[in-house]
């Protein structure tokens, strides 16, 4: 067993076994942010699906209308013309064939990598180095596109992409402890209806099981989810 921290006991006193209303679980997650870090405020979400079956998966994107609270760093991999769109549009780093190879040598200076379908193919090959670190492109992910514009601009500004592990968990990181509940909240709500309007055709019985949130060193706090499921987005700010 891990040894828990004098600091993390102290906050964890302060979280009653019971199902908090979202706002006041937020209010509650910053209270708990103590590390001398700007932490990131975080959603663990247990949903009633097992990944292993295609029909129960969940892969998707979510636009966080308050931002992330991250600078994202944009690489683009496209040809001819579209490098000079990637680039007008505000990519970070743009490349082709020889953006490929860098990354193959281990250039890894960027949160987002973006390609234009044509450039798939040679892609691929950087299926293995990009896999395990959640950055390889793929079309349910957004970041397959020739509409660099778009794809630029959407995650720049607090556009994620998320999935569900094998064990049916989702982790998303909705925010930063900097925020103020309000906010954190109108991101929250986002990513519950994305996880909704997404629910997997094979998912079947209780599909929400649990959700939690917490900053990145605190501790967990309990969401009531059918009462963020019920709240609308008026009330959320």
Do not use: C
């Not at 596109?145 to 556009?159: P, Q, V, Y």
């Amino acid at each position: 067993m891990a040894k828990i921290s004098r600091r993390l006991q102290g906050l964890q006193a302060k979280v009653e076994a019971k199902d908090y209303h979202p706002l006041e679980a937020l209010t509650l997650l910053k209270e708990t942010a103590t590390a001398k870090f700007t932490e990131a405020a975080e959603a663990h979400v247990r949903l009633g699906i097992d990944p292993k079956y295609t029909d129960q998966q969940l892969r998707t994107t979510v636009a966080l209308p308050k931002g992330t609270g991250q600078i994202v760093r944009v690489a683009v991999i496209a040809r001819g013309e579209k490098v000079n769109e990637a680039s007008n549009a505000g990519a970070d780093i743009v490349g082709s064939e020889e953006l490929i190879d860098e990354i193959q040598k281990g250039r890894m200076d960027f949160d987002k990598l973006i390609a234009t379908p044509d450039v798939m193919p040679q892609v691929a090959k950087l299926g293995k180095l990009l896999g395990p670190r959640g950055l390889m492109p793929s079309p349910k992910g957004g970041t397959v596109t020739f509409d660099l514009g778009s794809a630029i601009a959407e995650f720049k500004a607090g556009k994620l992409e998320f999935r569900a592990d094998r064990t049916g968990i989702v982790h998303v990181m909705f925010g930063k402890t900097t925020f103020s509940p309000e906010d954190l909240l109108v991101n929250l709500k986002a990513l519950q209806e994305t996880i909704d309007r997404n629910r997997p055709s094979g998912a079947k019985g209780r599909y929400w099981r649990t959700f939690y949130v917490s900053a990145t060193m605190g501790p967990s706090i309990k969401i009531d989810v059918t009462a963020l499921r019920d709240l609308k987005l008026s009330e959320a700010g």
